[in-house]
């Protein structure tokens, strides 16, 4: 997870993608013969794959939470670039070309943001921000617990 990590920093997003699909234990069940070979809960985080005969391709030591816990942020923080700062949310996305947009909703307290990350261009910098039609000059979400509903928008540049 961590390797996935870091090709995602280094901005090779491609790989990153590519990486997190082989780690992915949903795919190692999507067919008899994977999940034959991979021996464990496909819906759930191994902590170890085995890469040495005879074992190679055998998940080992499931429902392990540290594993669980950096996928999560692998996949929300490092490739869908969700970033909390305290009362803020920024944005550093690192999407494959082939999604034009995805879709997050958030929960701050009692306050939901429905926000929209849409591709402009290769690079995973935010162009345009908006909250209810707003522009935000800063490309930030400052979060407010107002009991109400929030559409974000976000273009990438």
Avoid: C
């Amino acid at each position: 997870i961590w390797a996935v990590m870091a090709f995602a920093e280094m901005g090779d997003s491609r790989r990153a993608w590519e990486l997190l699909a082989m780690i992915n234990p949903v795919n190692h069940g999507s067919s008899p013969s994977e999940a034959a070979l991979y021996r464990v809960e496909p819906y759930v985080m191994a902590a170890d794959v085995y890469g040495v005969a005879p074992h190679t391709g055998r998940g080992g030591w499931t429902w392990y939470t540290g594993s669980s816990a950096w996928m999560y942020r692998l996949i929300t923080e490092s490739l869908l670039g969700l970033q909390l700062d305290v009362d803020k949310l920024r944005f550093t996305p690192r999407i494959p070309r082939e999604w034009p947009s995805f879709r997050i909703h958030y929960r701050f307290h009692q306050t939901f943001y429905h926000i929209t990350i849409r591709q402009g261009g290769e690079s995973r910098s935010v162009r345009r921000l908006s909250i209810d039609g707003m522009e935000q000059p800063e490309h930030v979400v400052p979060l407010v617990n107002d009991n109400a509903s929030h559409e974000v928008e976000i273009e990438l540049a």
